[in-house]
T-cell receptor, first 113, second 116 residues
């Protein structure tokens, strides 16, 4: 059974810092990995989808890397801003033939002005 | 529509009552998923639809939970005889074209259910 773990559970940084969020998964036979953002009381916003054949994906100040063999992904946020404060979730598809996702419990990020 | 739409956004109900939660997926998305997010827990899968059929209902926690989808579009999640442990945020997602393993999932804003 696939298990997804995110470290740290919570992170508080001052504005402007570069930071790294970690995601690990137990079954390396994944097809892709998706990072989401969740604001309090809101749904999930997809940030980046990395296919299994890719090593990284970039969107603006966000860069996600994937190392399938070691079962790890990182989300790098450059020059953090207070608006980045949210919970960040990573998820991988279950090996079920369709995109049902197994989620980590998330990293709650607070960026202080 | 432009995104996945869920209604209501908030629902407070008395223990023992039935509730219906609605999801409108992105137009043209054939795959639809329901998840539940309980306080302090991660998101847990409930049910998957491909078109109007549900090939995977393995996440439904009890027979009080059911879901249907009509016209390959709108889905309704029904919880009968609600219990306090049903209190959670219920999230719906859709993906295109067939929901295969390499397709991106898009989520709605969720329905926050509180059972008092």
């Amino acid at each position: 059974k696939q298990e997804v773990t995110q470290i740290p559970a919570a992170l508080s940084v001052p504005e402007g810092e570069n930071l790294v969020l970690n995601c690990s998964f137990t079954d390396s036979a994944i097809y892709n990995l998706q990072w989401f953002r969740q604001d309090p009381g809101k749904g999930l916003t997809s940030l980046l989808l990395i296919q299994s054949s890719q090593r990284e994906q970039t969107s603006g100040r966000l860069n996600a890397s994937l190392d399938k063999s070691s079962g790890r992904s990182t989300l790098y946020i450059a020059a953090s801003q207070p608006g980045d404060s949210a919970t960040y979730l990573c998820a991988v598809p279950m090996n079920s033939g369709y995109s049902t996702l197994t989620f980590g419990k998330g990293t709650m990020l607070l960026v202080s002005p | 529509g432009a995104g996945v739409s869920q209604s209501p956004s908030n629902k407070v109900t008395e223990k023992g009552k039935d509730v219906e939660l609605r999801c409108d997926p992105i137009s043209g998305h054939t795959a639809l998923y329901w998840y539940r997010q309980s306080l302090g827990q991660g998101l847990e899968f409930l049910i998957y639809f491909q078109g109007n059929s549900a090939p995977d209902k393995s996440g439904l926690p009890s027979d009080r939970f059911s879901a249907e989808r009509t016209g390959g579009s709108v889905s309704t999640l029904t919880i009968q005889r609600t219990q306090q442990e049903d209190s959670a945020v219920y999230l719906c997602a859709s993906s295109s074209p067939g929901g295969g393993l390499n397709t991106e999932a898009f989520f709605g804003q969720g329905t926050r259910l509180t059972v008092v």
